[in-house]
């Protein structure tokens, strides 16, 4: 209750300011946050700590060059931002993601993906995107979402977790997620109509053509025709007569100046080192969110049985057979994701293959260089993975085998490991790998290894 009357409060502030900017403004649409039960410190504070935990979830596109270049492009702009006065500690990230999408948290926390570069055809448009999430920072769209869940009490029971004694830290690690459950993020259309309103200000205010803003969704637009939208419009849905509404902004705010700015060498060497960044298979679809973790492996076991071997897994987990190479994988309820691009990936589970190579059982040349080459090939698909121990020699079934352990982003979100077991047999290198993100390896290690003793080879 003590909410709805604080609500009432502010709700009659940006009123006043209304008539107040409209004097002193000429003929731009005056914009204020709306109804907030959070302070702009709290933003900061639940922003900060959601962005930490996205830091940790998402590829960074670990390119030093790009993110200074971001952080001097947002800069410029947060420079023509109007904030009522707060000081926002502006950060802004480059996110490996081919993905065309962008989001700010709360407190000024932005995170682009190299999709959202390689979209733009000129600096002006990559500042548009900019600027339309930065107006969601000092709109407060975020907490102004979560304020009216709460006050409709939809979100009550969340939000009560953010403030109350186990503060928000418990509540991110809840769910996983540093969307907060994805309240922060999820703006309606009039928030996005807003933020393209003040975007459009903020370029024009900057030196930029205005009209890059439209230019940027109609190709947006243009570009998924037919197709999926694209994530952006996900995540911040398309309010009607988008673009209309920006060029009616450009109008108020004079046309485009003389000299606007549209492009820059800068964008151009940016855009080119975004491009051949290495890709990073996306993790989970959409705004990345708790990914449940299957239900633990079953003690029951069930028999599968190829031509060179047979072994036994756990009965809860499901059978899926390459229908290319022979390969097969084993992986229990919820451990194939999708990876975003409608491919499977796995997050949890064992993937066992057979790689051509020669060579006698006992040749531990052959087997080494052989694991080495499905090694790499692995790599290959996987940029992000890197070899964490290797050349240590076992025994499977009788046979010598080689173990390597390697990281790789995980489909889950993090990190995960991946135990590689080879052995050399007449029909090529057998190799079995062991997936689990790191953090639930322990509760898969013993699982793996007793999978791995089932194994017999074909005599
Ligand atoms: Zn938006």
Redesign the pocket.
């Known amino acids: 209750m003590a909410i709805a009357r604080r609500g009432l409060v502010v709700a009659l502030f940006p009123s006043l300011c209304l008539v107040f900017a409209s004097q002193v403004l000429a003929q731009r649409t005056p914009l204020k946050p709306g109804l907030n039960s959070f302070t702009p410190q709290e933003d900061i504070t639940l922003g900060k700590r959601a962005a930490t935990d996205a830091e940790k979830q998402l590829p960074p596109c670990n390119a030093p060059k790009v993110d200074a270049y971001l952080t001097q492009l947002g800069t410029r702009l947060t420079q023509k931002l109007s904030t009522g006065g707060v000081q926002y500690p502006f950060e802004f990230h480059c996110v490996n993601d081919k993905a065309i999408n962008a ?2 948290l709360p407190g000024g926390y932005v995170f682009v993906n190299r999709g959202a570069i390689e979209a733009a055809d000129n600096e002006a448009q990559l500042a548009a995107v900019l600027a ?2 930065l ?2 920072v000092a709109l407060r ?1 975020g907490t102004n979402q979560a304020t009216k869940a709460m006050v409709a009490e939809t979100g009550l029971g969340i939000f009560g977790a953010v403030f109350g004694d186990s503060a928000g830290g418990a509540l991110l690690t809840t769910l996983g997620n540093f969307t907060a459950g994805g309240v922060l993020l999820r ?1 309606s259309r009039t ?2 109509s807003q ?2 309103v003040m975007g459009t200000q903020v370029l024009y205010d900057a030196g930029y053509d205005p009209r890059a803003m439209a230019q940027f969704f109609e190709k947006l637009e243009a570009d998924s025709k037919g197709k999926n939208p694209p994530e ?1 419009f996900s ?3 398309n309010p009607e007569h988008r673009v209309g509404r920006v060029d009616e902004e450009v109008e108020k705010l004079g046309g485009v100046p003389p000299h606007a700015k549209r492009d820059s060498a800068e964008f151009e060497a940016t855009k080119r080192e975004v491009l051949a960044l290495p890709v990073v298979k996306k993790t989970v679809p959409g705004v990345p969110g708790a990914v449940p973790a299957p239900p633990p492996p079953s003690r029951s076991l069930a028999e599968y049985q190829a031509s060179a071997y047979a072994l036994k897994y756990p009965n809860n987990w499901k059978k899926y057979l390459d229908s290319e190479g022979g390969g097969v994988s084993f992986a229990p309820e919820g451990g194939i994701l999708d990876d975003g691009s409608g491919h499977s990936a796995l997050a949890y589970g064992l993937i066992i293959g057979v790689a051509q190579a020669k060579g006698d059982a006992n040749d531990e040349h052959a087997l080494i260089s052989a694991t080495n080459q499905v090694i790499q090939d692995l790599q290959k698909s996987n940029p992000g993975m890197k070899i964490t121990r290797q050349g240590e020699h076992l025994r499977l079934n009788g046979q010598p085998g080689l173990s390597t352990y390697l990281s790789n982003l995980s489909p889950a979100g993090g990190q995960e490991t991946d135990w590689v077991v080879s052995v050399l047999r007449p029909e090529g290198l057998v190799y079995f790998v062991c997936v689990a993100p790191q953090s639930a390896y322990d509760n898969y290690d013993k699982t793996f290894s007793s999978i791995l003793d089932t194994v017999r080879f074909a005599k």
């Open positions: 989001f700010a339309h999430e107006s969601h769209h703006y928030a996005e933020a393209d952006f995540d911040h849905p």
